[in-house]
């Protein structure tokens, strides 16, 4: 199974909502990373769990606060988002562990999300 | 200077064409590199790692240059499936930590027409 899974596929919410956006992988890998992807732009790393701890977080805004619940599981959870924030989230997971570094990442889906 | 920098394109080739993407970057402590593929509306999927010795996939063949700094991508016989984005990504390792933080170059669109 070399599946990342992202729930929901779409989404629409108000800026005044709360919401949460779900990844899951069942590979085993101890890296997993949410990206934030605009029109027409490459993905832009917003955080890196590694552990199920939070490595790095790339100066995002508090309005978005991830949670790695377990090894498997990683959710951004948002809040008084902006219409700016519209856009494709992409969770990925890559093995990265003691022994095996240099491993590509793969990606969920995305959730395409539309901030009203 | 971005870290990771490619080929503006867009590139239009016919069918059976040959295509050369290029990409350098920044950081000297990169250590891993990948070409991946991403369709519109869609996900990245892996291409392609790209190894210092070069190393072919069919139609594809990735090189690493680690003194220049310098990834590319050839592809050959070019398909209209092949048409989409490809992107040069780099991934960099923080002393002693065991995760690696992925950086995309802009992309480059490939369009391949009949």
């Known amino acids: 199974d070399t599946e990342v899974t992202q729930t929901p596929k779409h989404l629409v919410m108000g800026m005044t909502n709360k919401k949460s956006l779900k990844c899951e992988q069942h590979?085993?890998?101890?890296?997993m990373y949410w990206y934030k992807q605009k029109a027409k732009k490459p993905p832009e790393l917003m955080f890196v769990?590694?552990?199920?701890?939070?490595?790095i977080n790339e100066s995002v805004p508090s309005r978005f606060s991830p949670e790695c619940p377990n090894s498997s599981l990683l959710n951004l959870h948002l809040h008084a988002l902006q219409p700016e924030d519209s856009a494709l989230y992409l969770c990925?997971?890559?093995?990265?562990?003691?022994?095996?570094?240099?491993?590509?990442?793969?990606f969920g889906q995305g959730t395409r999300l539309t901030v009203v | 200077r971005k870290e990771v920098e490619q080929d503006p394109g867009p590139f239009n080739v016919p069918e059976g064409a040959t295509v050369a993407f290029n990409c350098t970057y920044s950081?000297?402590?990169?250590?891993?590199f990948f070409w991946y593929r991403q369709d519109c509306r869609k996900e990245p999927k892996l291409l392609m790692s790209?190894?210092?010795s070069g190393n072919e996939d069919g139609r594809f063949t990735a090189q690493l240059n680690r003194a220049s700094q310098y990834i590319s991508l050839l592809i050959r016989d070019s398909k209209l499936s092949d048409s989409a984005t490809y992107l040069c990504v780099v991934k960099r390792f923080g002393g002693g930590t065991s995760y690696g933080k992925l950086t995309f170059g802009q992309g480059t669109i490939l369009t391949v027409h009949p």
């Open positions: 990925a997971s890559s093995q990265d562990s003691g022994r095996t570094m240099n491993t590509e990442a793969f």
């Open positions: 769990y590694s552990y199920e701890k939070l490595s």
């Open positions: 950081n000297s402590a990169s250590q891993s």
């Open positions: 790209v190894y210092s």
């Open positions: 590979m085993g890998h101890r890296a």
